[in-house]
């Protein structure tokens, strides 16, 4: 019996063939109401070396709540220019790099409100599911009460919770494995 992984068992490096397309590091436009902020970080392995052929996908609300999809009823506006999604591929030393408005609170399946957040997806080569994880915004209150935040041990929620570097950037590095590795989901 061989051991060795078969074509159909790894996702090769194919996430940049077809779909350049929908790679913005722009969520929202100039002009679209909000705190301005960029965040950029690393796409790290466990060995700390940056992984070169990573794609990132962000979702997002916009600054009053609300997400740039259909399925999101609620009754609060959505700015003209406001995407709510970014997919940016990590450079050849892992960086990334996107531009964006703190999104505002939104309610989660039960009604509890959410602290500001990004929802994140990494793919990659080797990974055969995607993997899922937040972005939380340093010093807000409402970290305290997240309903997600909560139940991250107390220990491991630092992964989740971005850092600020200058006035407007916060740096936020995605640790696959290994020591300090970023809390992920399983949804």
Do not use: C
């Amino acid at each position: 019996m061989s051991l060795y992984a078969s074509g159909s068992q790894t996702v090769g490096p194919y996430l940049h063939i077809g779909l350049t397309w929908l790679n913005t590091d722009r969520i929202a436009r100039p002009g679209v109401k909000g705190e301005r902020v960029v965040i950029q970080g690393r796409l790290l392995d466990g060995d700390g070396d940056g992984v070169s052929d990573g794609l990132i996908e962000i979702w997002q609300a916009n600054a009053a709540g609300k997400y740039a999809h259909p399925e999101d009823r609620q009754k609060k506006p959505l700015a003209k220019g406001f995407r709510g999604f970014g997919r940016i591929p990590s450079d050849a030393n892992g960086r990334f790099r996107f531009s964006t408005v703190k999104p505002g609170r939104v309610p989660d399946p039960g009604g509890k409100l959410q602290a500001p957040h990004l929802s994140v997806t990494v793919l990659m080569r080797g990974l055969l599911k995607q993997l899922s994880t937040r972005i939380y915004f340093p010093g807000d209150t409402a970290n305290a009460q997240d309903p997600v935040l909560k139940r991250v041990p107390a220990a491991r929620r630092a992964t989740l919770v971005a850092r600020r570097k200058a006035k407007g950037v916060l740096e936020w590095n995605i640790v696959l494995q290994g020591r300090d590795e970023t809390v992920f989901f399983d949804f």
